[in-house]
């Protein structure tokens, strides 16, 4: 029995149709937030960036936790975890309206669940079930983005293949950058016309966010042949901590803090860029079908 055969048989069984793709216009704009290491605040930029769209341009936006097992956005908003979560969607077929959570300013949230080991490992049936879920409610929002985990999987790396763009969150430690230009050389291998921008987190001083860019961009000219535009950076601030301690996210606590004039700059920024939005859904099983 072919591949093709086995997928049309997973999907007959679970009674989960394939619905064709919308155009892609009628989707929400698709953003993964990666970094090639952990540790260097990724998800509490994708939050906090989340919320910069909402108030700046009233975007409906979902939030997806894709770090499964840590429930890093329930701990950064104080959300008490409850059972639902992305890990219930998948293994016990819960519609995705009951796990949606919602936060600050309307923004709504996929948990990514809290559990002993963040290995999750997804059957073909469940990723059809996910799939499908989604695709039920794309159209209801202008931009999903994309908290992937540190590091790249083969699942993820079509899953970033999938999307709109990505954003590098990367700070200047030699460590950070060069995990960073590995994780974007991983993705230009597969597609070399990918949207990729950076953010340089934690800078001490103006100069860092430059030079970390600086090498980032002069090694991917010289050996990709890719130009990687500064989405923007963000300073190191005690702002950041505090707001984590609180569990409420920096540009709400500290509105006037440094670290939230410089993310309002980064918002404008990636608002005043133009990006061709693509069938995600349609791209996302495509991809998924030969795993």
Known sequence: MDQAEQLRRIIQQNKYAVIKDSPPNRHAKTVAVISGKGGVGKSN????????????????????????????????????????????????????????????????????????????????????????????IIEKYDTILFDMGAGISKDSLKFLLAVDEIIVITTPEPTSIMDAYSAIKLI????????????????????????????????????????????GSLPEDDHVQKSVMEQIPFILRFPNAPISKALENITEMYLNGKIKRKGFIHSLRSLFSSR
């Open 45 to 136: 930029f994708v939050l906090n960036f989340a919320l910069n769209l909402i108030k700046k341009r009233n975007d409906r936006v979902l939030l997806v936790d894709c770090d499964i097992g840590m429930a890093n956005i329930d701990l950064l908003l104080g959300q008490q975890y409850q059972e639902r979560s992305i890990v219930d969607l998948l293994k016990n077929r819960i519609g995705i309206e009951q796990i949606i959570k919602k936060g600050p300013l309307n923004l709504q949230y996929l948990s990514g669940g809290m559990s002993l080991s963040n290995i999750v490992t997804i059957d073909e049936a469940e990723f059809q079930f996910f799939l499908y879920e989604l695709e039920r």
């Open 188 to 231: 230009h291998q597969f597609d070399q016309e990918k949207v990729m921008k950076v953010v340089v987190n934690r800078c001490k001083k103006n100069i860092e966010a430059k030079e970390t860019w600086e090498k980032i961009r002069t090694t991917a000219e010289r050996f990709l042949h890719k130009t990687i535009d500064l989405l």
